[in-house]
């Protein structure tokens, strides 16, 4: 594996844990599944992310 | 085939040679201080070597995991909570979230029964009992869409069994966030270096909170690292404060800063999440996975020497300054994150059974993800026994035995049988910029000394300060995480048990119930918080143990829905996987319960300490540590709750024991297993690999399902594809 191989992987580790891909998972999902229906903008779909945690809170463990 | 299998067989007696070879050295050399590292060598080919060949029978043998069978991710997938997830990103998910403060503190304190012990029961408890629950409860909560623990223990053992274990959830809960409250009031008191850096993290996360909403909506890695440089900054900061008029602002009693912690509880659970909870937990993720990689570099470059001893006299006498009783129960009950822990069950029912994409995952996910927070405890246990014994013990007792200056700590531990001038003393305190390290209990500052020692031995002397306040402001910081969440999850879990009885409370919007629930939780843990912070027996010596007994308590739920489980599928030949370690944590958990009730040692049984308080205090004497009559009543008023509590976690297991029992003889009696409550199966179109690495075939597969173009991921090897749509 190079060395950019591994920084890559890296950022998409990263990227993907920290949740930026949510919403590119969003579209997706929403393209396949509701073809037609309006997609939610980047901004409108993290404001609505985080406020469904309001909702569902998250144990943290010890 | 044949040449690999050769391979396997010759790599895997190499790491169990090596493994016995260092259990051997850990286990048997006395007289005679051993390096770190054999510790290090004994987890990791233990780990190892179980993952391999115990997780794998669970998982084919017992569990029967399919994975022609989809997923709950696969069926239900709405692109938000179900949502087919790679097992790596998932492993990290779930890692952070049963990762937390647990497993450093509790090592730390158990290390006054000497290294051993605690090793021993962090790396066999692990293997048999805490990783296998884990992994048991993502099994059967993905078979059923996810369901909660309580769900499963109402569903499956019936109402009783369910409404214990609801009262074990939210009774952890309270004593939990109480006990890590209490550590972070330990650590920061009287440190304005400290104190200064954890109040910067309010107004940098408020500041996170904001730009992630605001100005960069859903960029979280930068959003962090900002977060992250303001952090080292607030760290560095602190020691100028600490030099400056500013100090006095800063410097803080116990009391003040548990009033604070109060506050900031309420606050916190009443704010909207992105505004400070979010923003901290990205924060508190990142530095944790961070610091545990850190120290284990740390401890691998430096490789230090343990000065602890193996056993201490501590383990047979039961007469521990840091905690009382003997090696068992008290060991097992101390540690409990790293090697067993209930509250685990609580998050492997929750997101995670939702997110993963194969049945076969659950051993990397439940069981991989708990060996990891193991080893964890095992660093933990390892930088509490570097440090010198006598700088141990002065940290570690309460401040009622230690008396308030050096001269009267060192006198103390010489009493327990140690070392340590009061030169010696002020030195240690000096080398990291503390006006003193007397009585500083709760494990935090003892790891951040440890730790201290390890990173300044890999940077540099100098840095040792940094190194401490660092560490310190890395505990605090995610203690707090865990007080914020938790706040939340209790005042949810009161919210809707009050919406049974009054409507509108079951509407988490509802803004007087959202008050009235959230000052209810806060005042729950508030109230043992500060009763542990002016108790003259010291706080983490008297309610260390009921959150011990109260962890052990929820595993024992979650090892009974499970072993109820087991059997009601008509596996009993396979129950004993879940079965011995119920058996075993039940034994400890009611030895605990009932020594601390029935005891007529006072330091050991609440209520023996409780009489002879009550006693004296009828005579009108003030018992040494106390220091006036107000300190006799609280003495005797917090003996009398801690007691009751106690007896009630013992009736609790009972119950949910007995009642499960109950379940057992039917389903056992029966002819055909009991009627499933799973999900009918369905077929699964979704191809990844079970374990870290791709095998050949899975390779084949992945190559065969999605012609290399995948949506997502880097490439068509780390990203399942739908095929049959």
């Known amino acids: ?62 | 085939m044949q040449r690999s299998r050769a391979r396997s067989i010759a790599i895997w007696t190499v790491v169990a040679i090596v493994g016995a070879v260092a259990w051997a050295v850990v286990a048997l050399v006395r007289g005679e201080q051993i390096s770190a590292a054999w510790l290090i060598f004994a987890a990791l080919a233990s780990y190892a070597i179980a993952y391999r060949f115990y997780a794998r029978f669970i998982v084919r043998r017992v569990l029967e995991v399919d994975d022609k069978r989809a997923t709950p991710a696969e069926r239900l997938d709405n692109g938000i909570d179900y949502q087919p997830t790679d097992r790596r990103v998932l492993f990290g998910h779930h890692f952070a979230a049963i990762a937390g403060a647990g497993p450093l503190v509790g090592p730390v304190l158990a290390a006054q029964m000497g290294y051993l012990p605690g090793t021993i029961w962090i790396i066999v408890g692990v293997i048999f009992a805490g990783a296998v629950q884990d992994m048991v409860i993502l099994f059967f909560s993905m078979r059923r869409d996810g369901k909660s623990l309580g769900q499963m223990a109402r569903d499956e053992i019936g109402p009783v069994g369910g409404v214990a274990a609801l009262l074990a959830v939210f009774s952890i809960m309270i004593i939990l966030l109480a006990v890590l409250a209490l550590v972070v009031v330990n650590a920061l008191a009287e440190s304005p270096w400290g104190t200064f850096s954890l109040a910067m993290t309010i107004p940098i996360a408020l500041f996170m909170g904001f730009y992630l909403r605001v100005i960069r909506p859903g960029r979280v890695l930068e959003t962090t690292a900002i977060g992250v440089t303001l952090l080292l900054l607030a760290i560095i900061a602190g020691g100028f404060v600490q030099d400056s008029g500013l100090a006095d602002a800063f410097t803080l009693s116990p009391e003040a800063i548990a009033f604070c912690l109060i506050a900031y509880g309420f606050v916190a659970s009443v704010l909207p999440v992105w505004m400070l909870l979010a923003p901290r937990d990205y924060l508190s993720t990142f530095m944790k996975i961070g610091v545990i990689a850190l120290l284990a570099v740390g401890i691998i470059v430096t490789l230090p020497v343990m000065q602890n001893e193996a056993v201490t006299k501590f383990a047979s006498s039961g007469e521990g300054p840091v905690f009382a009783g003997a090696l068992f129960p008290f060991v097992f009950i101390t540690i409990a994150c790293g090697a067993l822990s209930g509250f685990h069950s609580l998050i492997a029912s929750g997101t995670t059974p939702k997110m993963i994409e194969k049945e076969s995952q659950v051993r990397i996910i439940g069981y991989g993800a708990m060996l990891t927070e193991s080893f964890v405890a095992v660093m933990a246990i390892i930088a509490a026994s570097i440090i010198e014994p006598g700088l141990y013990y002065a940290m570690n007792t309460p401040a009622g035995v230690l008396g308030d200056s050096v001269q009267s700590a060192s006198q103390a531990v010489n009493g327990l049988g140690f070392q340590i001038t009061p030169g010696e003393l002020s030195a240690a305190a000096a080398a990291v910029d503390e006006e003193t390290l007397v009585a500083r209990t709760g494990g935090a500052p003892t790891l951040a000394i440890g730790m201290s020692e390890i990173f300044a031995g890999a940077t540099a002397e100098s840095l040792k300060a940094f190194w401490y306040h660092f560490a310190i402001m890395f505990e605090a910081l995610f203690i707090l995480t865990t007080v914020d969440a938790g706040t939340r999850v209790g005042r949810f879990m009161l919210q809707d048990t009050l919406g049974n009885v009054y409507k509108p409370f079951a509407r988490v919007s509802w803004k007087p119930g959202l008050w009235l629930t959230s000052a209810l939780v806060v005042g729950a843990w508030g109230y043992f918080l500060y009763a542990g912070v002016t108790n003259p027996l010291g706080g983490i010596n008297q309610l260390f143990p009921l959150f011990g007994i109260a962890n052990q308590l929820l595993a024992a739920v979650a090892l009974t829905v499970a072993t109820t489980l087991l059997i009601k599928a008509g596996k009993l030949k396979w129950a004993w996987v879940t079965g011995i370690p119920l058996a075993w944590d039940a034994a400890v958990t009611l030895t605990a319960s009932y020594q601390k009730v029935f005891s007529d040692v006072p330091t050991l049984g609440f209520f023996a300490q409780r009489d002879r308080f009550q006693e004296a205090l009828d005579n009108g004497e003030v018992l040494a540590p106390a220091q006036s009559l107000d300190d006799m009543q609280a003495v005797v008023t917090n003996s009398t709750v801690d007691g009751i509590l106690a007896a009630l976690f013992a009736v609790l297991i009972i119950v949910v024991i007995a009642d499960a029992a109950r379940v057992w003889v039917k389903a056992i009696r029966a002819r055909e297993p009991l009627p499933t409550t799973e999900t009918p199966p369905e077929e699964s179109h979704l191809v990844a690999p079970s374990g870290l690495f791709p095998t050949a075939e899975e390779r084949a597969m992945l190559a065969g399902a999605n012609g290399g173009a995948a949506r997502f991921g880097r490439d068509g090897a780390r990203q399942p594809e739908r095929t049959g749509r």
Do not use: I, K
């Open chain 1, 1 to 62: 594996m190079t060395l950019r191989e591994a920084m890559s992987g890296v950022r998409w580790y990263l990227r993907e844990v920290a949740g930026e891909t949510a919403y590119d998972r969003y579209v997706e999902h929403a393209r396949r599944e509701h073809p037609g229906e309006p997609v939610m903008s980047r901004r409108d779909f993290e404001r609505w992310r985080q406020d469904d945690r309001n909702a569902n809170p998250r144990a943290r463990c010890c």
